[in-house]
């Protein structure tokens, strides 16, 4: 994309702003930024003004889960029909680390963050080893797919190669790149990071595998022949990953995605809850439960919303296809964001000063007809680490894998 080019993108979206500083550049920094420009979609946008609208939600209502005793139960059946899905080759795995450790002092990649305590212990290292446990099960290699962003790619990368990727066989991970989305004001007016270069951040974890789509990922798993995508978080690091009875439960039942499960702690828990939307699998952040929702019972007197969401879920890749192939909504969730000020100095504010864009996970689930809620024991399966010290910490974690015999 030439100058010219850029100026009318912009001058159509009401952007011109971006090329405030253009004539004081570097031709690098010049080419740089209308690179970005070129990538950047300009479409979202146009949905600063909408923010409520985005957001409604039709009618809920619950959905019960697979309990922990209707899987034992099943336990044998289930586990061999995923050992059976895995030694075809069915299975991948796809391991969400856009993210950076911010929230817990870090300036680098939340997956290299060290929870060790007598030696070291990353957050990389611990999903490795929790995959690791399948591999050696089953006898067979899975494919891992690690989603970085353009914050993190190359310290991501060149972590796992000096840490001579934790002991997995380095051709069976490949690394792809999350799409970015443009920061704005309130006005929907992009900020600028630098004045060559437009704000942006990771477009949300409903976004994963349409970035797999434009890496080319997705040809490497229709030529490896895998049929389901168990797609984490990085920050679970007691989470099960292609967990054989998981994979099986959800084959068995013919269900489009499955949803790893917990039950709540208490009704106010700060977890998102799944459940139906107008007759369709969906998830209620836990801002958005009402005190209706959060008090509700089931027709045994239990609570109605007492399953919790990991993000833990296996999709059938082909529904995957599907989705990405109609338009996601778009969440408008107003942050904090980085700037340069009218005098180009650097500006980090203390108050949220404006909106990122995102596709959420969620709004994957809503598009398919069926899910499995499957639930899993919390404390050898969830130990989240979104703080430093509190609940969800690093402390927290630590003391739930000391409890699971992980010498940290």
Same mark, same amino acid.
């Given at each position: 994309?030439?100058?010219?080019?850029?100026?009318?993108?912009?001058?159509?979206?009401?952007?011109?702003?971006?090329?405030?500083?253009?004539?004081?550049?570097?031709?690098?920094?010049?080419?740089?930024?209308?690179?970005?420009?070129?990538?950047?979609?300009?479409?979202?946008?146009?949905?600063?003004?909408?923010?409520?609208?985005?957001?409604?939600?039709?009618?809920?209502?619950?959905?019960?889960?697979?309990?922990?005793?209707?899987?034992?139960?099943?336990?044998?059946?289930?586990?061999?029909?995923?050992?059976?899905?895995?030694?075809?080759?069915?299975?991948?795995?796809?391991?969400?680390?856009g993210g950076m450790g911010?929230?817990?002092?870090?300036?680098?990649?939340? #997956?290299?963050?060290?929870?060790?305590?007598?030696?070291?212990v990353y957050i990389f290292?611990?999903?490795?080893?929790?995959?690791?446990?399948?591999?050696?099960?089953?006898?067979?290699?899975?494919?891992?797919?690690?989603?970085?962003?353009?914050?993190?790619?190359?310290?991501?990368?060149?972590?796992?190669?000096?840490?001579?990727?934790?002991?997995?066989?380095?051709?069976?991970?490949?690394?792809?790149?999350?799409?970015?989305?443009?920061?704005?004001?309130?006005?929907?007016?992009?900020?600028?990071?630098?004045?060559?270069?437009?704000?942006?951040?990771?477009?949300?974890?409903?976004?994963?595998?349409?970035?797999?789509?434009?890496?080319?990922? $997705?040809?490497?798993?229709?030529?490896?022949?895998?049929?389901?995508?168990?797609?984490?978080?990085?920050?679970?690091?007691?989470?099960?990953?292609?967990?054989?009875?998981?994979?099986?439960?959800?084959?068995?039942?013919?269900?489009?995605?499955?949803?790893? $499960? $917990?039950?709540?702690?208490?009704?106010?828990?700060?977890?998102?809850?799944?459940?139906?939307?107008?007759?369709?699998?969906?998830?209620?952040?836990?801002?958005?439960?009402?005190?209706?929702?959060?008090?509700?019972?089931?027709?045994?007197?239990?609570?109605?919303?007492?399953? #919790?969401?990991?993000?833990?879920?296996?999709?059938?890749?082909?529904?995957?296809?599907?989705?990405?192939?109609?338009?996601?909504?778009?969440?408008?969730?107003?942050?904090?964001?980085?700037?340069?000020?009218?005098? #180009?100095?650097?500006?980090?504010?203390?108050?949220?000063?404006?909106?990122?864009?995102?596709?959420?996970?969620?709004?994957?689930?809503?598009?398919?007809?069926?899910?499995?809620?499957?639930? $899993?024991?919390?404390?050898?399966?969830?130990?989240?680490?979104?703080?430093?010290?509190?609940?969800?910490?690093?402390?927290?974690?630590?003391?739930?894998?000391?409890?699971?015999?992980?010498?940290?």
């Amino acid at each position: 994309m030439d100058y010219n080019e850029a100026y009318k993108k912009l001058e159509k979206y009401g952007q011109l702003h971006v090329l405030k500083y253009y004539d004081e550049l570097t031709n690098e920094e010049k080419a740089a930024l209308l690179k970005q420009i070129e990538e950047t979609d300009m479409e979202v946008l146009l949905n600063a003004s909408h923010k409520d609208e985005a957001d409604a939600k039709g009618k809920i209502t619950p959905l019960s889960a697979m309990t922990l005793a209707e899987i034992e139960s099943k336990k044998d059946e289930f586990m061999k029909a995923g050992i059976d899905a895995i030694k075809a080759g069915k299975v991948g795995a796809v391991l969400l680390a856009g993210g950076m450790g911010t929230r817990l002092g870090s300036d680098a990649p939340k #997956g290299v963050y060290n929870i060790g305590i007598t030696k070291e212990v990353y957050i990389f290292e611990r999903l490795i080893d929790n995959l690791m446990d399948v591999v050696k099960l089953t006898d067979t290699w899975i494919h891992l797919f690690v989603m970085t962003s353009d914050k993190n790619h190359e310290a991501t990368t060149a972590f796992f190669k000096e840490k001579n990727y934790f002991g997995y066989r380095p051709e069976y991970i490949t690394f792809f790149m999350q799409d970015m989305a443009p920061a704005t004001d309130y006005d929907g007016k992009v900020y600028m990071e630098a004045k060559n270069k437009i704000s942006t951040s990771p477009n949300g974890n409903g976004g994963w595998f349409l970035s797999m789509m434009k890496w080319g990922v $997705v040809d490497k798993i229709r030529e490896a022949g895998i049929e389901w995508l168990n797609v984490f978080a990085v920050d679970n690091v007691l989470q099960r990953i292609a967990d054989p009875c998981f994979v099986g439960a959800t084959i068995l039942t013919d269900s489009d995605v499955g949803s790893k $499960v $917990v039950c709540k702690n208490a009704p106010d828990e700060k977890i998102g809850v799944i459940c139906l939307e107008d007759g369709r699998p969906s998830i209620v952040e836990y801002y958005e439960l009402t005190d209706e929702m959060m008090n509700a019972k089931d027709e045994s007197g239990n609570p109605a919303y007492s399953y #919790g969401v990991i993000l833990n879920y296996l999709f059938r890749e082909k529904a995957l296809e599907d989705i990405v192939a109609k338009k996601l909504p778009l969440h408008i969730v107003e942050k904090k964001i980085p700037y340069i000020d009218e005098a #180009g100095n650097p500006i980090k504010p203390e108050e949220p000063n404006g909106y990122k864009y995102e596709q959420l996970v969620l709004d994957m689930i809503h598009e398919l007809d069926s899910c499995l809620p499957y639930e $899993v024991k919390r404390n050898y399966e969830f130990a989240p680490i979104k703080n430093k010290t509190g609940v969800d910490s690093v402390e927290s974690a630590r003391e739930l894998c000391r409890e699971n015999g992980i010498e940290l």
